[in-house]
């Protein structure tokens, strides 16, 4: 119902099924009880996202320091070999994701099996449940490789200070 129309109810809107007239509105509702105050180290940054800016700042940093080397054969060499192995091992996750989703969809059709409403239940509630922690499973091997690559690469950067042998 349009508010322009005529016969449209006016703000605050009078609850469905009030008689005419009498109708009960929004600004006559119950008011909520506050809401206890958050305390302050709620919006303070934890010590895990400090951590992971001081170590992304690493990153920047020993990418800058490969400058001078950028021209070196070595210097890419390793790189490659850094971003090869990186790649081996994402391919390697997205493997195990698709293997463990179609091991899960091969359950899906054990649900018809049910002979009953709570073993259906149950049994929806489990392939949810394991959908979820695959997913959770996922999300943490994934931030794993992040990890290790950043670090790894930290660490190639670093040693790429020294002169190469020639």
């Given amino acids: 119902m349009s508010h322009t129309q005529e016969g449209a109810t006016s703000w605050p809107v009078a609850l469905a099924g009030a008689p005419e007239g009498g109708a009960e509105t929004v600004a006559q509702w119950p008011a ?26 690493q990153s920047v940093q020993a990418g800058l320091s490969l400058l001078p080397v950028a021209h070196w054969p070595e210097t890419w ?10 790649q081996q091992k994402l391919v390697a996750l997205q493997s195990s994701w698709w293997q463990g989703w179609g091991a899960w969809l091969q359950r899906v059709p054990q649900l018809q099996q049910a002979n009953t409403v709570s073993k259906l239940l149950e049994q929806e509630t489990d392939l949810a449940l394991s959908a979820l922690q695959r997913c959770a499973d996922h999300c943490v091997d ?24 020639e």
């Fill in 142 to 165: 994934v931030l794993d490789l992040i990890e290790n690559v950043q670090i790894n690469a930290s660490y190639w950067a670093q040693q790429q200070r020294i002169e190469p042998a």
């Fill in 32 to 57: 909520w009880p506050p809401l206890p105050p958050m305390p302050l180290q709620a919006f303070k940054p934890s010590k895990l996202w400090v951590n992971l800016t001081a170590c992304h700042v």
């Fill in 77 to 86: 060499q390793g790189a490659w070999q850094l971003h090869s192995a990186a």
